[in-house]
């Protein structure tokens, strides 16, 4: 009876050793990581996401106590040196870093691997994209196809450190049931060699045996390889220097030679080499990696990043020039408010057909070159516009000396220009942020007409010359990447009109004014767009009724005939513009 209960003991014993050495087994195959803290939008959402599903494979080290740790060591900047050395210290096999960026409605997610034993970036980023501001379906199935695998074939980088507390789970009852096996194990040691044959003491160290060998082979294959990656670089170097110096032939020879030599010591190398070609995740990326395959993700990476701030640098809120240069095309109708009995009124002016005419609108912003908000101020801007009609004649009916009714054409000029103050505010961030402003504009605008007929009688059609302050309001509104849509209203604060309010005219008159404008861009080109807008704008005057002007003279009684004028334009503008 006693004999039969020592015998199951020690298989007991024998069965919670294998059991313990099972569960290291496991343990030793969860990688330690940390997930460093991730930049751009809602990066902190994607940092929770991306630690939820590493934990299911891995141990995840807290980013907490890595930044501590780094602080100790005065390491925080990531760079190789400083990844390795905090690394080694709270034995981590590997780091992750991460970059958020947003462009319109998705998030793009850059991951990048380092190794904890070396610091060294292995292979090239993860790069996936998400709908919101979390891992989705997609990106976690991206995430678990490049990142988790290449985790799982990291280095171990247990050995040394300072003794900090493991997060890997460990089986339940700690150090304290272990010692107490081994205890168990030693004290029963000669009886278990007896019943069973072999004790499960000396199956643990066998197996513990075997495991340090394939860590001492597998060591000594990367080294190995080391050696292979440090010879070749060797070889490179030596080819690209022979052939800078013309010796192209020494160089063919000196390379056929050492491959020679190193036939033989290639030979013990060669499983070694095919187990790495067979796990190309086990790869550590070298300088030259970095420098070579990695360039070019980092070369694309750089390149989306410098479209995205392109992006942002043209956009409304941040641009510093705004030019544009085209055709503009107007109307005018200009109409008298009168008696119905007036025996003469005076005569309206109207355009059939736009005229057109050589634009420009230029808004400089001097303190957005940098493009880089400093408050208010980087909104204060100065706007130019010049707008000449090109050719235009008026005609009028009059009669000759035969009484007939014949056509004259009268030479005709029209042009505007302004310049003016500008203040604009952006309600919100990003390039596609709505942006609302205000201008202060001093303005010159003009429409004359020959005075007189070739029979020498007067045309009757009052020249103006407007001088004009212009307090407006406009918002610019960004809908989609390429299209943005713009809106002014103007008041027309009018100091003088010019031969119209002549006295020998229609004398004093009280003018107010307003202008509407209204359009939209389109980019065609990084820094290139085009833009079409139309314009209404309205003069209005209300005659005083002077007795010596037309407002009273144009028939036999002194009373006033003429109560108001209306002068009115109406076009727009289509042209190509430039932004930076």
């Known amino acids: 009876m006693?004999?039969?209960?020592?015998?199951?003991?020690?298989?007991?014993?024998a069965v919670l050793a294998l059991l313990f050495l099972w569960v290291g087994t496991a343990d030793a195959g969860r990688k330690r990581v940390c997930v460093l803290d991730f930049e751009g939008p809602n990066a902190d959402k994607f940092h929770e996401d991306l630690v939820k599903l590493l934990k299911k494979n891995h141990t995840v080290v807290s980013v907490d106590k890595w930044n501590k740790k780094a602080e100790e060591l005065d390491a925080g900047k990531v760079t190789e040196k400083n990844v390795k050395k905090v690394a080694k210290k709270l034995k981590v096999d590997g780091v992750i870093t991460g970059k958020i960026e947003k462009r319109r409605d998705e998030y793009i997610i850059r991951l990048k691997l380092r190794s904890g034993t070396t610091g060294e970036i292995l292979g090239n980023s993860v790069q996936t994209k998400a709908d919101g501001p979390r891992l989705d379906g997609q990106a976690q199935r991206d995430i678990k196809e490049e990142l988790v695998g290449a985790i799982d074939e990291l280095e171990s980088n247990r050995e040394g450190?300072?003794?900090?507390?493991?997060?890997?789970?460990?089986?339940?009852?700690?150090?304290?049931?272990?010692?107490?096996?081994?205890?168990?194990?030693?004290?029963?040691?000669?009886?278990?060699?007896?019943?069973?044959?072999?004790?499960?003491?000396?199956?643990?160290?066998?197996?513990?045996?075997?495991?340090?060998?394939?860590?001492?082979?597998?060591?000594?294959?990367?080294?190995?390889?080391?050696?292979?990656?440090?010879?070749?670089?060797?070889?490179?170097?030596?080819?690209?220097?022979?052939k800078e110096e013309g010796d192209e032939e020494k160089a063919a020879l000196s390379t056929k030679k050492d491959k020679e030599e190193d036939d033989e010591e290639e030979k013990p190398k060669h499983r070694a080499k095919k187990d790495d070609e067979e796990k190309p995740h086990k790869k550590k990326a070298s300088k030259d990696d970095e420098n070579g395959e990695n360039g070019d993700e980092e070369g694309v990476e750089e390149s989306a990043e410098a479209e995205t701030d392109h992006e942002l640098n043209v956009s409304p809120s941040r641009r510093a020039i705004d030019a544009a240069l085209g055709l503009s095309f107007t109307a005018r109708h200009l109409a008298f408010k009168y008696a119905s009995d007036l025996g003469k009124?005076?005569?309206?002016y109207k355009q059939a057909v736009p005229v057109p005419g050589a634009y420009i609108d230029m808004t400089f912003y001097p303190l957005?070159?940098?493009?880089?908000?400093?408050?208010?101020?980087?909104?204060?801007?100065?706007?130019?516009?010049?707008?000449?009609v090109i050719k235009i004649n008026s005609e009028k009916k009059y009669p000759d000396q035969m009484g007939n009714l014949v056509t004259a054409d009268l030479s005709t000029k029209e042009s505007r220009w302004g310049v003016g103050a500008?203040?604009?505010?952006?309600?919100?961030?990003?390039?596609?942020?709505?942006?609302?402003?205000?201008?202060?504009?001093?303005?010159?605008?003009?429409?004359?007409?020959?005075?007189?007929?070739p029979n020498n009688d007067p045309t009757d059609i009052p020249n103006v010359s407007y001088t004009i302050l212009s307090p407006a309001a406009f918002i610019q509104a960004p809908v989609i990447p390429k299209v943005t849509l713009n809106a002014q209203l103007a008041f027309l604060a009018v100091t003088n009109t010019g031969d119209i309010q002549d006295p020998k005219q229609y004398g004093a008159a009280t003018v107010t004014g307003f202008q509407i404008n209204a359009g939209g861009d389109y980019m065609i080109m990084k820094s290139v767009f085009v833009r079409a807008e139309i314009r209404y704008q309205s003069f209005g005057f209300t005659f005083k009724g002077d007795p010596m002007s037309m407002t009273n003279t144009r028939d036999t009684d002194p009373e006033q005939d003429v109560q108001g004028a209306k002068d009115t334009y109406f076009g727009g503008a289509a042209t190509i513009g430039y932004l930076y």
Do not use: C
Request: proline share 5%; no cysteine; net charge negative.
């Open 2 to 13: 006693s004999s039969r209960s020592s015998i199951s003991i020690n298989k007991a014993l």
């Open 161 to 242: 450190g300072d003794d900090e507390e493991e997060e890997t789970p460990k089986a339940k009852g700690g150090d304290e049931e272990d010692s107490s096996h081994k205890s168990g194990f030693s004290r029963k040691k000669d009886k278990d060699e007896e019943s069973d044959g072999e004790s499960a003491t000396a199956k643990v160290e066998k197996a513990a045996e075997e495991k340090r060998k394939k860590e001492e082979e597998k060591k000594a294959e990367e080294e190995a390889k080391k050696e292979e990656d440090k010879k070749k670089k060797e070889e490179d170097k030596k080819k690209k220097k022979d």
């Open 345 to 348: 009124p005076p005569p309206a």
């Open 368 to 388: 957005s070159f940098n493009h880089k908000p400093s408050g208010i101020v980087s909104g204060l801007g100065l706007e130019i516009l010049y707008d000449q």
């Open 422 to 453: 500008v203040l604009r505010y952006p309600l919100g961030e990003g390039p596609r942020a709505i942006v609302v402003g205000g201008k202060l504009s001093y303005a010159k605008q003009q429409f004359t007409v020959a005075q007189t007929l």
